[in-house]
T-cell receptor
Framework: TQLLEQSPQFLSIQEGENLTVYCNSS?????LQWYRQEPGEGPVLLVT?????EVKKLKRLTFQFGDARKDSSLHITAAQPGDTGLYLC??????????FGTGTRLTIIP | ETGVTQSPTHLIKTRGQQVTLRCSSQ?????VSWYQQALGQGPQFIFQ???????GRGNFPPRFSGLQFPNYSSELNVNALELDDSALYLC?????????????FGQGTRLTVV
C-alpha cells in the first residue's frame, strides 16, 4: 500500500493554463516535501512544508499543506514548457528515509 | 563544490549476474542513501549509510548490499540480478544527522537486466 497517493497520475495541458496536483494520505506527517524530476536526472527539492495550513510560493508555484497535515497540493499558474517533469511528494527529511508518492507526470504543450 | 555524481549512467546486465554502482557524495556530506525507481513509480528507499555504517534499510532482500568509504563515497552491489531489478538507481547525499537536512540526488544509473 502506497503511503502517499498522488493525482492525477498524468496531466497534459497547454502552455499558459493553470493546474493543481494533489498528494494525499491517511497518515499525519511532521513535514512534506515536493520534488521535480526531469528525464535523466534525479529529483530536485522544490519546497518543504511543516505547519498545517501552511502556504508557500515559489514564483508561479504555490504549495499548500493541509490543516490536518495529511495532504498537500501544488498549484502552477500560467504553466510553461519548462514546468514539464515528474512531480513527487515525499515525507521524511534529511537523515530520515524519504518515502515518495506515486508521482504526477506533467507535460506542458507549447 | 561538486554535486552528487553516479557511475555508470547506463548499464545492461544479464539475469543472474552481479552489478556494482558507484556514488560520489557532495563535498562535505557524510550520509548517503540509495533509492530504486522503477519505471512510472516514485523512488523506493533501499538503505542509508552514515559515516561508513548502515543506518537504516528498506524492504529489499539481502542480495542488495552496500558500502561507504572513508571519503564518504558509496557503492551499491546487487547479486543474482533479476529482471525486476531493472530500474533507475538514485543516490542522495546529505550532511550529518538532524531534522531538516536536505538530501541532494545524483542523476542516477539506469540498470537494464535482460
Amino acid at each position: 500500500t502506497q503511503l502517499l497517493e498522488q493525482s492525477p497520475q498524468f496531466l497534459s495541458i497547454q502552455e499558459g493554463e493553470n493546474l493543481t496536483v494533489y498528494c494525499n494520505s491517511s497518515s499525519v506527517f511532521s513535514s512534506l516535501q515536493w520534488y521535480r524530476q526531469e528525464p535523466g536526472e534525479g529529483p530536485v527539492l522544490l519546497v518543504t512544508v511543516v505547519t498545517g495550513g501552511e502556504v508557500k510560493k515559489l514564483k508561479r508555484l504555490t504549495f499548500q499543506f493541509g490543516d490536518a497535515r495529511k495532504d498537500s497540493s501544488l498549484h502552477i499558474t500560467a504553466a510553461q514548457p519548462g514546468d514539464t517533469g515528474l512531480y513527487l511528494c515525499a515525507t521524511g527529511w534529511g537523515n530520515e528515509k524519504l518515502t515518495f508518492g506515486t508521482g504526477t507526470r506533467l507535460t506542458i504543450i507549447p | 563544490e561538486t554535486g552528487v555524481t553516479q557511475s555508470p549512467t547506463h548499464l545492461i546486465k544479464t539475469r543472474g549476474q552481479q552489478v556494482t554502482l558507484r556514488c560520489s557524495s557532495q563535498s562535505g556530506h557524510n550520509t548517503v542513501s540509495w533509492y530504486q525507481q522503477a519505471l512510472g513509480q516514485g523512488p523506493q528507499f533501499i538503505f542509508q549509510y552514515y559515516r561508513e555504517e548502515e543506518n537504516g534499510r528498506g524492504n529489499f532482500p539481502p542480495r542488495f548490499s552496500g558500502l561507504q568509504f572513508p571519503n564518504y563515497s558509496s557503492e551499491l552491489n546487487v547479486n543474482a540480478l533479476e529482471l525486476d531489478d531493472s530500474a533507475l538507481y538514485l543516490c542522495a547525499s546529505s550532511l550529518g544527522q538532524g531534522w531538516g537536512t536536505e538530501a541532494f540526488f545524483g542523476q542516477g544509473t539506469r540498470l537494464t537486466v535482460v
